[in-house]
């Protein structure tokens, strides 16, 4: 089974990612007061600090952008009888579905995947794709549905697996 975030959630975290990575972009041509597209041989004439400087914002900036913008349209959980993985903005964790033991809802919108690590630890994983917190206003009255929908299905779907584990 695959869930994946709000299409509006997705298309917003693309967005940030490619004005994050305009940001770098245009930062980088008013510090070194040079024209698009860029040269190498505009950085080589350019001054030090004014390559420091953008090493330092502009750098990592650009990194950001290029990770939201690649990362968003992949963001959600992917449930299957050996694992679920859950895709962030930054990163995925793979979960093995042994080991998953529920979900927890939060008071702000948001969704956490508790599970037992190998050694038995518990542990838990926020899953993003479905937290509406930093939305407001009618974007979250669009959004919240389809995020309950998708938390009812992912809670559907581990109480049929604790079902089918327990058989065996």
């Not at 990612?17 to 597209?37: C, F, S």
């Not at 042994?98 to 050694?119: F, I, K, P």
């Not at 479905?130 to 939305?135: A, P, Q, T, Y």
């Amino acid at each position: 089974m695959k869930l994946r975030a709000d299409p509006i959630h997705r298309l917003s975290l693309t967005l940030m990612g490619i004005a994050l990575i305009a940001m770098a972009l245009e930062g980088t041509r008013i510090r070194l007061g040079i024209d698009i597209p860029f040269r190498l041989e505009d950085f080589r004439q350019a001054p030090p600090a004014g390559l420091l400087d953008c090493a330092v914002f502009g750098i990592p900036a650009l990194l950001l952008g290029g990770l939201l913008t690649a990362r968003a349209p992949l963001i959600g959980v992917t449930c299957t009888d050996e694992f679920i993985r859950v895709r962030g903005c930054f990163r995925t964790r793979t979960i093995p579905t042994s080991g998953v033991t529920g979900l927890r809802r939060g008071r702000l919108g948001g969704l956490e995947l508790h599970w037992e690590d190998r050694r038995g630890w518990p542990r838990w994983t926020r899953i993003g794709a479905f937290s509406v917190s930093f939305l407001g206003g009618k974007t979250r009255d669009w959004v919240t549905p389809h995020n309950a929908r998708c938390a009812d299905a992912l809670e559907k779907w581990i109480d049929q697996q604790s079902q089918h584990g327990d058989r065996h």
